[in-house]
């Protein structure tokens, strides 16, 4: 499983360099400050969760008709049963929730929002370009992660309304209902003493969402049954606020050398976490919890290896 996951991570790696390489030509100025926060050494948790996700689905006998997502009959749930055509178009489709998460961490880093010097282990985009640089490279990773999935889902050969429901899926989760709302959330309620509930709507609405399109649109790839789709978004919705429990653990825990970012930022902001609500060891007990519930979603789907490997590592993380 280590080497699958790693070979994945590294086909992921090559997919992002592909795809800038082909939308930013011609754009001189913007591809360096893209290229810097895209590329940078990451763990590519979202795109493998879609890719594991999409294993799943076709690995549990209850797609839409019976067969994997590019028609053929078979063992479809690796990526590389595809011919090499669909396997890339897949890859792409993968690409685009890491190109929405590498914008937020752009724009959290920013000095109006968390001010950042470091980010996976490298100076932060506004650092090294320039805030203005930064801001648009960010705006610019939004229709380009669109762009990805729309390519991935032709590409692939999925009919146009399965193409819809795919970006449909990742804005959604991406905007004012998702991410952006979630950030907007962690904002308004530094230094305000938050609650557990208004903590859960935080991790929910900046981390979780996302987290829950990547395994909703591995599902909706793969054209698999409501049932399945709906069993993939409850393990992602557990997984993406366990993650981020985990996150808020490791700001107090963590190294900074090992996290790639300066540690114990969020007690220096003022920041709400579910750490200051629960104290560590509760915190470390609901991070279980929630991967507990996670885990027996996806516990019959008897393609979901790499997907429970995913979650026992996102539990388990020290960075």
Request: aromatic share 2%; charged share 25%.
């Amino acid at each position: 499983m280590d080497k699958d996951l790693a070979a994945t991570r590294r086909a992921v790696d090559r997919a992002l360099a592909l795809w800038l390489e082909e939308s930013l030509a011609g754009s001189s100025a913007l591809a360096p400050p893209v290229r810097h926060a895209v590329l940078a050494p990451g763990k590519r948790i979202r795109p493998l969760l879609l890719l594991a996700a999409r294993a799943a689905a076709l690995g549990d006998g209850m797609n839409r008709d019976g067969r994997s997502g590019d028609g053929r009959s078979g063992d479809p749930a690796s990526a590389n049963s595809l011919p090499e055509g669909r396997r890339d178009a897949l890859f792409r489709l993968a690409c685009g929730p890491e190109l929405i998460h590498a914008y937020s961490l752009i724009h959290d880093d920013l000095p109006c929002m968390d001010d950042d010097s470091v980010r996976r282990g490298r100076p932060t985009v506004h650092v090294q370009f320039g805030e203005r640089a930064a801001i648009i490279a960010g705006a610019a990773l939004m229709p380009l992660a669109v762009q990805a999935v729309g390519d991935g889902a032709v590409g692939l050969g999925l009919p146009d309304d399965v193409a819809g429901r795919l970006i449909a899926t990742l804005t959604t989760a991406s905007g004012a209902a998702g991410m952006v709302g979630g950030q907007c959330l962690d904002i308004q309620a530094e230094g305000s003493g938050a609650d557990l509930e208004m903590i859960e709507r935080i991790h929910l609405g900046k981390t979780a969402q996302l987290i829950t399109a990547c395994c909703t649109m591995g599902g909706i790839a793969a054209q698999a049954a409501n049932e399945t789709v709906d069993r993939l978004a409850r393990f992602g919705v557990a997984i993406g606020r366990a993650f981020q429990t985990v996150d808020d653990i490791l700001d107090v825990t963590g190294s900074s050398d090992r996290m790639g970012k300066a540690q114990g930022r969020d007690a220096a902001q003022g920041k709400v976490t579910i750490v200051s609500v629960l104290g560590l060891e509760g915190a470390r007990e609901r991070a279980a919890q929630l991967g507990r519930t996670a885990l027996r979603e996806v516990e019959l789907l008897e393609g979901a290896d790499m997907l429970r490997e995913l979650g026992r590592r996102i539990l388990s993380r020290e960075r």
